[in-house]
């Protein structure tokens, strides 16, 4: 049976003049390479696909798939994410992890606290702001967190990121609306331990994986796990299996917002505690990295025994359990 993959390559991005850090969510072909070779292991015919204007391309052609692995990230808009599933959800091409309202949905990081908060799950108070006359009027108490609303790998966050005082709140609004052109999410900042939950599965089926926690190094950039952190990693940042009651803890809060946020197949939470130890929703990424030897998600499943075609493997069977009658069809052609 064939599936296909969707996927941002960087390098094709760099060549179009992008900077490092606008590149920094798409994927190496390390990555892809890693992906393609866990499917075929399976019994899948891969085909590469590319990214939604290839896949554009392609539907166009008349190319059809039994499944497509998403792997797409986008590269223009707040649902950029949804793209690639949108197509596929109107061509009725099943695809792995979520569907477009819940990508469209969790790249927001407001509305999706929204969401949050609302099902009762813990998450810091916050604000959201679209230019400088409502960076004004920030109400919350200092200190602060500033971030871009829908941006991943860390983008935007740096050692300005946490504020102290009005003044810096302004700076650091000016600067993100200037380098991100689009709403800047302002919380409460949390001061404690930082956690991301590996979660495979859907709904009631979902299981936490593994929990891991980021620890500094002296070479630690600013307050959060941002892009320099994340990109520059060996002397920044260590990550370590949590303890017992930290990662049930954590891993508690993570289930209930990704079950929340109807997330499928699997991906990742990230929790930082408050003051009092309590663990706070953070942000979920429902696509997450799958580099091996690199991604946060590929760390835990090494930790917890899983080989990374066995990775591959877990989510595939999630989504199979999705498509009963995809799986048929795989068990009669075997």
Request: with cysteine.
């Amino acid at each position: 049976m064939r599936i296909g993959v969707a996927y941002d390559l960087r390098a094709d991005y760099l060549a179009m003049g992008l900077s490092e850090e606008e590149t920094a969510e798409f994927d190496s072909e390390i990555t892809i390479d890693a992906i393609c070779d866990a499917l075929g292991r399976q019994g899948w015919e891969v085909d590469r696909i590319g990214n939604v204007n290839r896949l554009v391309e392609k539907l166009a052609a008349g190319e059809r798939w039994d499944a497509v692995f998403n792997f797409c990230e986008g590269l223009n808009g707040l649902s950029r994410e949804a793209q690639v599933p949108a197509l596929l959800e109107c061509y009725k091409i099943p695809f792995v992890f979520s569907d477009a309202f819940t990508l469209m949905l969790t790249l927001d990081k407001a509305m999706c606290k929204r969401v949050i908060r609302d099902c009762g799950i813990a998450t810091a108070d916050f604000t959201v702001i679209a230019d400088m006359a409502e960076a004004k009027s920030v109400k919350l108490p200092f200190p602060l967190f500033l971030k871009p609303v829908a941006e991943g790998s860390g983008k935007g966050v740096d050692e300005h990121s946490k504020v102290e005082s009005k003044k810096q709140l302004l700076d650091t609004a000016r600067d993100l609306f200037a380098r991100f052109h689009q709403p800047v999410l302002v919380e409460t900042f949390l001061p404690g331990r930082e956690f991301t939950v590996a979660i495979l599965g859907t709904g009631a089926d979902a299981k936490v994986l593994g929990v891991s926690e980021i620890t500094r190094k002296d070479n630690w950039v600013g307050e959060g796990y941002g892009y320099v952190n994340k990109e520059h990693w060996e002397d920044k940042v260590a990550i370590i299996a949590a303890d017992p009651i930290s990662a049930k803890a954590a891993g508690d809060v993570a289930l209930a917002a990704w079950r929340a946020l109807r997330c499928r197949d699997g991906g990742r939470v990230d929790i930082r505690n408050d003051a009092d130890g309590k663990p706070n929703f953070i942000e979920v990424n429902p696509v997450a990295g799958l580099r091996p030897d690199y991604s946060d998600m590929c760390f835990i499943a090494t930790r917890e025994g899983l080989s990374y075609h066995q990775l591959i493997g877990r989510i595939m069977d999630s989504f199979l359990l999705r498509h009963p009658q995809l799986q048929a069809r795989r068990k009669a052609a075997a």
